[in-house]
């Protein structure tokens, strides 16, 4: 998850008098609106908790009312703070942190406590309707759906929630994997926005861990409704042998036997994302990525319209960074706001042979965002890296968060450049389960209930 305070806002307070809002946001998504002294009471709770040894030091308070250009200082300090609160292996996943952060969102979009009916999605399309709080945090959602449909509490970790954007062909566009810090009524609500839902999944990306599931009859379940689903809007590559035989199996039920030949099929497992641009093998190059087993897979049409495929493994990533730019529009006083364009990249740098690392991009589509006269926007820079010996990295870290200046962000309305985002996220997961597996743990219910085992995995085990 990536962390940035892109800007501010001159509000109102309860009393009348102004005062400067600090917009957080989410993988350049808005999540609340916090005043500066909310913050520092995080602060002081986390010092009182852990020490003031382990919390990073926090903005000092100012006597006088702050100039702009101690806003825009202030506003850098405080996103450094909570990046490094994040990034933490401790306060990052405490609940301290998550609570303020669960609080803030539901202050944000001034949602009351109540309770309300959540509809959740299944891979088939049958719908689960649980009955929670709108305050009830991702833990609480997954644990309700999960007893709605009884399945087992030792096979929850296995499976997480979703945010996904329905396509017209009635296939899912991934947003993103719903976190322990997120209110999902109060996310997928606040959007506006029908298309959006939220689905049930599995949560893990090697196939091992199917054995598991499927020795129950609701994993099992699931497990096929999503194996027929990934099939059907082909995600997974069937011939036509492979088709007759899975539909061979389905008219006799035999579910468990539709899986391990799916298993067997190639992008089984993966997630599937919408056409980018690549600089890989020559710039310009339309591609289509999926993620999975390890690796990004590129399917790259080359300028002569040749199609050529190859795989790049995630253990051969030196590291990654997502970078977003916007042209500076500076308009007449008055003017009307116009469209820039955002774009969105994926960049690693990767071991192409021994001794010889090469950076390779994938650029997400353009979507028109509105543009405020005076508007600035910098490159960002969300990263990650591995660090290792020889072919195989031991470790990975996320440092800078998405990072914009000034008014105007890419809303979630706009999925398409949030797909660089979204494949950065599922390298992060894919090295979490490495260093899982390296550690010893044997099952994701293992390191931490209720499907919360990527970053908090990767902390447990990562330590120096």
């Known amino acids: 998850m990536h962390f940035s305070i892109p800007e501010t806002e001159t509000r109102a307070g309860d009393g009348g008098a102004a005062y400067v809002a600090y917009n957080i946001h989410v993988n350049g998504v808005l999540h609340c609106r916090v005043r500066y002294s909310q913050l520092l009471g995080l602060h002081e709770q986390l010092r009182k908790e852990y020490g003031a040894n382990v919390v990073p030091a926090f903005p000092p308070k100012k006597i006088f009312t702050l100039t702009p250009a101690e806003v825009e200082q202030r506003r850098e300090q405080l996103e450094k703070y909570m990046q490094a609160v994040r990034q933490d292996p401790t306060l990052g996943v405490s609940e301290t942190f998550n609570s303020f952060l669960r609080k803030a969102q539901q202050e944000t979009q001034q949602i009351p406590t109540e309770e309300v009916v959540l509809e959740v999605l299944l891979s088939n399309g049958q719908k689960v309707k649980v009955t929670i709080l709108t305050s009830d945090q991702t833990e609480d959602v997954l644990e309700a759906v999960a007893s709605k449909l009884d399945l087992p509490d030792d096979l929850i970790g296995y499976f997480s929630l979703f945010l996904v954007r329905e396509t017209k062909d009635g296939a899912f566009s991934f947003v993103r994997k719903l976190q322990e810090f997120e209110l999902p009524y109060v996310s997928v609500t606040s959007l506006h926005n029908s298309e959006f839902r939220i689905i049930l999944r599995k949560s893990y990306w090697d196939s091992s861990y199917d054995d598991d599931v499927m020795e129950h009859r609701v994993g099992l379940n699931l497990l096929y409704a999503q194996t027929v689903s990934d099939i059907e809007h082909g995600w997974i590559l069937v011939n036509k042998e492979q088709h007759r035989q899975l539909k061979s199996l389905q008219e006799k039920v035999s579910k468990k036997e539709f899986i391990r030949l799916a298993q067997t099929l190639k992008y089984y497992g993966y997630l599937k994302f919408d056409p980018c641009v690549t600089d890989f093998p020559e710039k310009g190059c ?7 087993n390890n690796e990004l897979n590129f399917q790259v049409r080359l300028p002569n319209e040749q199609i050529k495929e190859g795989s790049f493994k995630v253990t051969r990533m030196r590291c990654w960074r997502v970078t977003s ?40 589509p353009q979507v028109g965002l509105p543009a405020h006269q005076g508007q600035q ?88």
Request: proline share 6%; with cysteine; net charge positive.
């Open 286 to 292: 339309h591609v289509v990525v999926s993620a999975g």
């Open 325 to 364: 730019s916007v042209p500076m529009s500076n308009g007449p006083s008055g003017s009307s706001p116009g469209k820039s364009e955002v774009k969105l990249e994926l960049a690693f740098e990767y071991l192409m042979s021994k001794d010889r690392l090469q950076w390779v991009t994938i650029t997400s």
């Open 377 to 464: 926007w910098k490159r960002m820079g969300a990263r990650g890296q591995l660090r290792g010996r020889g072919q195989d990295w031991a470790q990975c870290g996320v440092g800078r968060a998405m990072r914009c200046v000034r008014p105007g962000t890419a809303s979630l309305s706009d999925t398409s450049p949030l797909q660089a985002i979204m494949l950065s996220i599922c390298l992060q997961s894919m090295v979490d389960e490495l260093m899982v597996k390296k550690s010893g743990w044997q099952h994701p219910q293992d390191v931490s209930p209720a499907g919360k085992w990527g970053a908090a995995a990767l902390r447990t085990v990562s330590k120096p």
